[in-house]
Each structure stands twice: as C-alpha cells, then as structure tokens.
C-alpha cells in the first residue's frame, strides 16, 4: 500500500506560477511511475505529467513548455512546477502514483482567475 499526501494547490492570476508537491509513504520501493491528472468540472479526469524512477518525462500537449515535473527519489516526492496558468488549467489536480497498482492522492484544487 502506498499512500499520497498533496499541497501546494492555490488561487492564481492568469499568467501566475504555481507548485504542487506530493509525498509517497508506505509501500514506495515499489513505486515505478509518479505523476500527476487533473479533473475540471464536467469533465474526465485527464492525465496531465509523469516521471519514471529513471527520470524520463511526458506532458499531456496542452501544458508541454509551461509545467515541469520532477522527482526526488530519497524523499518520495513529486513535484509539478506550473508556470504561465492559463484558466484552462482550472482544475482539481490528483497525485497518481504506479507500483503494480495504480494509488491517487486526496486532490488538491488549482484555480487560475483574475
């Protein structure tokens, strides 16, 4: 079992920066893959970034430029540098992280409003 703890959610003006972090415990020597989705109102949940434990990285292509995912293995934790926020980008946005099952965290609502 692997637990998810998430901060760094906020309220900010188009344009504005923001960081989320997300902290892995339990079971995290089986972590493969962490990352982050995100989940508007109506909408499905859509995949947003992931890192694998080797450091490659991929972008949904709507943020490709503007957010950096990154990972620090000693301390179980991803991070999801999001800068130049678009209103599009308002969203709960959810840690994920894969071992042989898929782990989410409790959420974390990111709104980009002036």
Known sequence: QVQLVESGG???QPGGSLRLSCTASGSTFSIEIMGWFRQAPGNQREWVA???VGGNTAY???VKGRFTISRDNANNTVYLQMNSLKPGDTAVYYCWVYTHDNYWGQ???VTVSS
Do not use: F
């Open 60 to 62: 949904v292509d709507s």
């Open 10 to 12: 906020g309220l900010v």
């Open 107 to 109: 959420g974390t609502q």
């Open 50 to 52: 992931s890192i694998s």
